[in-house]
T-cell receptor, first 118, second 116 residues
Framework: AQSVAQPEDQVNVAEGNPLTVKCTYS??????LFWYVQYPNRGLQFLLK??????LVKGSYGFEAEFNKSQTSFHLKKPSALVSDSALYFC????????????????FGQGTELSVKP | DSGVTQTPKHLITATGQRVTLRCSPR?????VYWYQQSLDQGLQFLIH???????AKGNILERFSAQQFPDLHSELNLSSLELGDSALYFC???????????????FGSGTRLTVV
């Protein structure tokens, strides 16, 4: 079964330092992987996705993620964190595509709360 | 504005009542997905509709039902509400998965349901 794990409930980083939010996945077949961010009382905003191509994916707001097939990981990174990056981050994998389901649902990890202090 | 519209933004209702949440997908998207976000359960998939037909069901209670109309908007009906149904309900829409390079999911801003 497709699944996603975010091993850290919370990540604390000082402003200006690099940040990493971890995600590992389990899929059958080729993974379609996504990162979303949720600010307080807001919806989910798309950051980036990996479907095919380069293992290093660049996304919105200076974020990037590295797809590592051997380690089944898709960690989110940013070279220099901002206080405004503080939010809840979700990793997700597309569920299995079967005849008739037209693409499959997103399966989310539990989320990681990122806190960036000045 | 993501292009996915959810109404209402907030809803407060009493236990035992019935409510309807509405979602209008992004223009051109045929798929609508409903999710429930609660503190203890995280983001849980409820149901997926594609072009008016149900395609997949997740952890959706029998008290909940959904449908997608010919104009592609979708409604999630929650009945016999309980305190534990209080949550943020999101819908998302997506393009055809066969358009791989453009494939993605766009989320609405959610409806916050409070059952008192």
């Amino acid at each position: 079964a497709q699944s996603v794990a975010q091993p850290e409930d919370q990540v604390n980083v000082a402003e200006g330092n690099p940040l990493t939010v971890k995600c590992t996945y389990s899929v059958s077949g080729n993974p379609y992987l996504f990162w979303y961010v949720q600010y307080p009382n807001r919806g989910l905003q798309f950051l980036l996705k990996y479907i095919t191509g380069d293992n290093l994916v660049k996304g919105s707001y200076g974020f990037e993620a590295e797809f590592n097939k051997s380690q089944t990981s898709f960690h989110l990174k940013k070279p220099s964190a901002l206080v405004s990056d503080s939010a809840l981050y979700f990793c997700a994998v597309r569920g299995p595509v079967r005849a008739g389901n037209q693409g499959g649902k997103l399966i989310f990890g539990q989320g990681t709360e990122l806190s960036v202090k000045p | 504005d993501s292009g996915v519209t959810q109404t209402p933004k907030h809803l407060i209702t009493a236990t035992g009542q019935r409510v309807t949440l509405r979602c209008s997908p992004r223009s051109g998207d045929l798929s609508v997905y409903w999710y429930q976000q609660s503190l203890d359960q995280g983001l849980q998939f409820l149901i997926h509709y594609y072009n008016g037909e149900e395609r997949a069901k997740g952890n959706i209670l029998e008290r909940f039902s959904a449908q997608q109309f010919p104009d592609l908007h979708s409604e999630l009906n929650l009945s016999s509400l309980e305190l534990g149904d209080s949550a943020l309900y999101f819908c998302a829409s997506s393009v055809d998965y066969r358009a791989d390079t453009n494939y993605g999911y766009t989320f609405g801003s959610g409806t916050r349901l409070t059952v008192v």
